[in-house]
């Protein structure tokens, strides 16, 4: 994540691209140019060029290619539509006004980290779970009886 500075003072959470450093600059117009972390429509990224945070519809904000690490690929534009191809290995048809960012999501190394312990889950937040086996049936029925 990039804390983002505006213009006007305001201040934003971003996804940070792999690259991105402390006083770069992006922008998001159809006029920028191609450096990761500016935000273009995908008719003017150019072919072969990684890209991350797709937009399906257009305004309505990024919703494919955001998790760690990740990013998709412009194969092909004809048309009204971009061929892209995502991390799964999906080729997807996408309308070239949606917007799209330059680069790789930064994170990397994200499924790489062991958490060693059950504590440093629990430190995250996040409860114990008990996988139930066998028939589910016997153990609803009342063998204690």
């Known amino acids: 994540m990039a804390l983002l500075f505006y213009a006007d003072g305001e201040k934003r959470y971003s996804i940070a691209p792999v690259g991105l450093k402390v006083g770069d600059s992006i922008v998001?117009?159809?006029?920028?140019?191609?450096?990761p972390g500016n935000c273009l429509p995908l008719?003017?990224?150019?072919?072969?060029?990684?890209?991350?945070?797709?937009?399906?519809k257009a305004g309505k904000g990024a919703q494919m290619v955001r998790s760690a690490g990740t990013s998709a690929q412009?194969?092909?534009?004809?048309?009204?539509?971009?061929?892209?191809?995502?991390?799964?290995?999906?080729?997807?048809?996408?309308?070239?006004?949606c917007f799209a960012t330059i680069g790789q999501?930064?994170?990397?190394?994200?499924?790489?980290?062991?958490?060693?312990k059950a504590g440093r889950k629990r430190h995250m937040g996040i409860r114990p779970t008990?996988?139930?086996?066998?028939?589910?049936?016997?153990?609803?029925?009342?063998w204690w009886w």
């Open 43 to 56: 008719a003017n990224i150019p072919v072969g060029t990684n890209i991350h945070s797709i937009e399906l």
């Open 28 to 35: 998001a117009s159809p006029t920028a140019e191609i450096r």
């Open 74 to 97: 412009v194969l092909a534009k004809e048309g009204e539509y971009a061929q892209v191809r995502l991390p799964s290995g999906e080729v997807r048809l996408v309308r070239q006004e």
């Open 105 to 116: 999501v930064g994170n990397i190394d994200h499924s790489n980290i062991k958490l060693g």
């Open 130 to 142: 008990v996988a139930w086996y066998g028939n589910v049936s016997a153990r609803s029925s009342a």
